[in-house]
């Protein structure tokens, strides 16, 4: 069966660490990828998504992800959080041609001041 | 602001009874989504339509109905059928077509059994 597999349920990190939240998938096929974002109180967002062409991904808040098709990878990264990052951060992927998004578990991330 | 509405924000059922969730959008957003959330799993897909008065069942539909008679409107009917219907609930809107993605969500129901 497809499912996508974040490594971590909970990070850790101090202000201006550099990030990376794993995101793995099981899908040999051409795929839509997504990271979306809760912050506290809020609702969840689309952070970046990925359709095709530079595997490098510019989001919001100096978020980046990055493609990997040998590695059904598309990790999360920043290179350096601020408090304000502090969320749940979920990896969604969409097999071609197909409506529905498979979601990871969700990773909740907290950044100490 | 333009948004997702979802109502009740929390939701008791006694066995045996159907209990529906409400969805409000006035984004203009053709496509809406139903979603369950369980305890460190991802989201659910339950139901999704693309347009008025079509929708199609997602990975768990059994125990589940909408209805989509008005754009801006997408209910949500747990039934009796459901047996585990204990969950945190989330609809979504977005654009039509395999190339668009839910944007933007509700702040969810908590559905409770009692």
């Known amino acids: 069966a497809q499912s996508v597999s974040q490594h971590n349920h909970h990070v850790i990190l101090s202000e201006a660490a550099s990030l990376e939240l794993g995101c793995n998938y099981s899908y040999g096929g051409t795929v839509n990828l997504f990271w979306y974002v809760q912050y506290p109180g809020q609702h969840l967002q689309l952070l970046l998504k990925?359709?095709?062409?530079d595997p490098l991904v510019k989001g919001i808040k100096g978020f980046e992800a990055e493609f990997i098709k040998s590695k059904f990878s598309f990790n999360l990264r920043k290179p350096s959080v601020q408090w304000s990052d502090t969320a749940e951060y979920f990896c969604a992927v969409r097999p071609d041609s197909n409506y529905q998004l498979i979601w990871g578990a969700g990773t909740k991330l907290i950044i100490k001041p | 602001d333009g948004g997702i509405t979802q109502s009740p924000k929390y939701l008791f059922r006694k066995e045996g009874q159907n209990v529906t969730l409400s969805c409000e959008q006035n984004l203009n957003h053709d496509a809406m989504y139903w979603y369950r959330q369980d305890p460190g799993q991802g989201l659910r897909l339950i139901y999704y339509s693309q347009i008025v008065n079509d929708f199609q069942k997602g990975d768990i539909a059994e125990g589940y109905s909408v209805s989509r008679e008005k754009k801006e409107s997408f209910p949500l009917t747990v039934t009796s059928a459901q047996k585990n219907p204990t969950a945190f609930y989330l609809c979504?809107?977005?654009?039509?077509?395999?190339?668009?993605?839910?944007?933007?969500f509700g702040d969810g129901t908590r559905l409770s059994i009692l």
């Open positions: 979504a809107s977005g654009g039509r077509g395999v190339s668009n993605q839910p944007q933007h």
């Open positions: 990925y359709f095709s062409g």
